[in-house]
């Protein structure tokens, strides 16, 4: 018999599907990441061992104590704000880094990624686009979007693979369904420009996620709707912080 969080899981990807079918999508074109902010990993082995994989987690701190060392096992992409005195640590666990947003972050990268990679190897990255204009959000400005894709394709050491948003929070997926257009249009203008690696578009969380799909999501980024609800304080489920360097 399914625990009750592989019954909503297995609900979430039967919506996931119906929102490709609705869209003329295949379901294969869009990938579930479950987000794993403040799970304990009794309930995020689970998920795992019934195979899934793709894990997104939003403090650097936490994310280690989880997932270092099983890189080659898990595929966990770092998808909270990064600061660049944490790069080194976001290394030891991160498969892809989606929250790249500003040129000292890239920077940052590059210092750390110039000792670790082999000769030609680079590092996948997302750009992290405020798609809301809202002050309280991270991610480059849409104004600010084509010169930070230019300068990460320049890279060395980064290889830009997709764009990520967090789109305008409201009960009404309607009124976010724009932020997740804007990203896709600025995926195409990309391409457009030759950057063919940007396919990925990680957008639409659990209010909004069939949208997302219908204006062509690659990812999206599900937690509350299958680990339930989160501690609202810090200090609930993570004390303490992390050395930097």
């Known amino acids: 018999m399914k625990s009750e969080r592989l ?11 119906q929102a490709c079918e609705r869209a003329g999508r295949s379901v294969s074109d869009v990938r579930l990441m479950l987000v794993t902010k403040t799970v304990e990993m009794a309930r995020i082995e689970e998920v795992i061992e019934a195979g899934h994989v793709l894990l997104g987690e939003n403090r650097v701190q936490e994310a280690l104590t989880k997932y270092e060392g099983r890189q080659g096992e898990l595929d966990v992409h770092m998808i909270g704000h990064l600061q660049t005195n944490k790069v080194r640590h976001a290394l ?31 590092y996948p990255v997302f750009m992290q686009v405020n798609t809301s204009g809202e002050s309280s959000k991270f991610g480059v400005a849409p104004e600010g979007a084509l010169e930070l894709a230019e300068r990460i394709g320049a890279s060395e050491y980064l ?18 369904r724009p ?32 949208a997302a799909i219908e204006e062509g999501s690659t ?10 609800e989160r501690p609202t304080r810090d200090e609930d489920y993570w004390p303490g912080t992390l050395v930097s360097s």
Not at 94 to 116: P, Q
């Open 159 to 176: 290889e830009l693979r997709g764009l990520m948003t967090i789109a305008l929070l409201t009960s009404d997926a309607e009124r976010a």
């Open 219 to 228: 990812i999206v980024r599900i937690g509350t709707a299958v680990f339930g």
């Open 92 to 122: 030891r666990f991160a498969t892809v880094i989606e929250s790249v947003d500003r040129v000292a972050l890239v920077e940052a990268l590059e210092k750390r990624l110039a000792g670790m990679l082999e000769p030609g190897q680079k």
């Open 179 to 210: 932020c997740f257009r804007m990203l896709r249009e600025l995926r195409d203008t990309l391409q457009a420009r030759g950057m063919e690696t940007v396919k990925e578009l990680s957008m639409g969380m659990t209010s909004d996620f069939e």
């Open 7 to 17: 019954e909503r899981l297995a609900a979430i990807q039967h919506r996931i599907a």
